[in-house]
């Protein structure tokens, strides 16, 4: 998905992705350094034997899933330190054969298997994290007074091209447009498509009830759309039209409207309610639109941007151009409030999005329901990583 649900940072500047929040989206607009990796040893992560390892088997045995069906020579990813898909392989069938419900079991298997490594870059260990979740949405697949916000499927005039497919310095940049001519020119822009003018009007996947509420899913990438004909239709992210993003947040902070102490989801959607004629005006300086498709049977959680599940308060998204999908984080952050405690535990890189950007960065997903919008919209923490790599590579 890349950045399936919602982010809270990016309101503010832009800081978070889009759950699957979202997407990759458009060019990065600034050079980042590359990761610098240091071997430690597992005695050096901070609350190593205090993890339960509850709900991670379940988001590492995803990955596993995944490594496994691709090439044994494929590289790792973006993270040329983590060898090759070969090498991983091993270390998840030994995975898949142990018991995964003991947390010492599991603790032994990354002690005999793996070697963590800190993760920096341009001499800096700590980094942003910040938090996103899955949210609930109301609408109709029929058009009626009430649900009359369209959420559209990705029409089939719209290119999303990889650049790392043609240079490998632009792995994990992407840029979308319509095909003139032979020629890619740039897609319709958010204004122009909530206001009707492109050509797939008739392209509409749901109807929801709030221009706020699409708005925010746009940011999202993907929600759970309670019906109101009965039952529940989950979407995921399909496309976007390759505008670049921007923060509404910082677009209030500009106007002076907010500061970056009052800026919040919470204070931007109240302004935007309280502004009803200057909300679409607002909107549509972020110039990103996202597109959406019905998922069907999805395991548990929204599909990240590796392709697989996201596991509540164990998926994390990353820069998917430095880091890579399937590598097995220990974390070390501050948690938000209400919690007191350090969030010390094991995650997997399972996602990104276009305002994820940095070796040091991160967005915990925190799942859906009313503590995970808490805990997603508090989070705006200093932390670290440790990369786990399988004992036969790693940083020379």
């Given at each position: ?27 990065a607009?600034?050079?980042?350094a ?6 430690a040893?597992?005695a ?7 993890d ?22 494929r ?14 392989q ?33 001499g ?11 949210a609930?949405?109301h ?16 029409a ?5 091209v990889?650049?790392?497919?043609f ?18 020119k740039p ?15 008739d392209k ?17 990438g ?5 019906l109101?004909?009965?039952?529940v239709m ?14 509404i ?17 919470e204070?931007?959607r ?5 502004n009803?004629?200057?909300a679409?005006?607002?909107m ?25 599940a996201?596991t ?60 995970a919008e ?11 990583y ?11």
């Open positions: 998905m890349m950045k399936a649900v919602l982010c809270f940072s990016v309101f503010l500047l832009g800081a978070c992705s889009l759950f699957q929040a979202s997407p990759d989206q458009g060019l607009e600034e050079a980042y590359p990761p610098v990796l240091t071997a040893s597992f050096q992560l901070p609350g190593w034997g205090q339960d390892f509850s709900g991670f088997a379940q988001a590492f045995s995803r990955s596993c899933d995944r490594m496994a069906k691709q090439p044994a020579e590289a790792f990813g973006a993270l040329k330190d983590a060898g090759t898909y070969g090498d991983w091993g270390a998840c069938a030994v995975f898949a054969a142990s018991p995964q419900n003991d947390p010492r079991i599991l603790r032994a298997f990354f002690e005999t298997y793996f070697t963590p490594y800190a993760v920096s870059a341009d800096e260990s700590e980094g942003l994290f910040t938090g996103y979740y899955e609930s949405l609408g109709s697949r029929v058009r009626t007074p009430k649900y009359n916000v369209p959420l559209y499927v990705r089939d005039d719209l290119v999303m990889d650049l790392g497919e240079r490998e310095e632009l792995k994990g940049q992407r840029i979308a447009g319509r095909v003139v001519g032979g020629n890619l897609y319709e822009s958010r204004e122009e498509i909530v206001a009707g003018r492109w050509p797939h009007n509409v996947l749901v109807w929801l009830d709030d221009p706020v509420d699409a708005f925010f899913v746009q940011i999202q993907s929600g759970v759309v309670e109101a004909e009965g039952g989950r979407i995921g992210y399909a496309g976007q039209n390759g505008h670049p993003y921007y923060a947040g910082r677009e209030l902070i500009k106007r002076g409207e907010l500061t970056k102490d009052t800026v919040s989801m204070s931007i109240a302004w935007l309610e309280a009803p004629y200057q679409d005006e607002l549509n300086a972020n110039a990103s639109y996202v597109f959406f498709k019905e998922l069907e049977g999805e395991d548990g959680g929204p599909m990240g941007g590796e392709g697989v996201l509540p308060e164990r998926s994390v998204a990353v820069d998917r151009s430095l880091m890579a999908y399937g590598l097995p984080l220990w974390v070390d952050l501050e948690a938000p409030a209400p919690a007191s405690a350090r969030l010390q535990r094991m995650m997997v890189a399972q996602d990104t999005g276009g305002a994820i950007r940095g070796a040091v960065r991160g967005d915990v997903f925190w799942g859906r329901g009313a503590r808490q805990m997603a919209g508090a989070m705006k923490s200093k932390g670290r440790w990369a786990l790599l399988p004992r036969r590579v790693g940083a020379q």
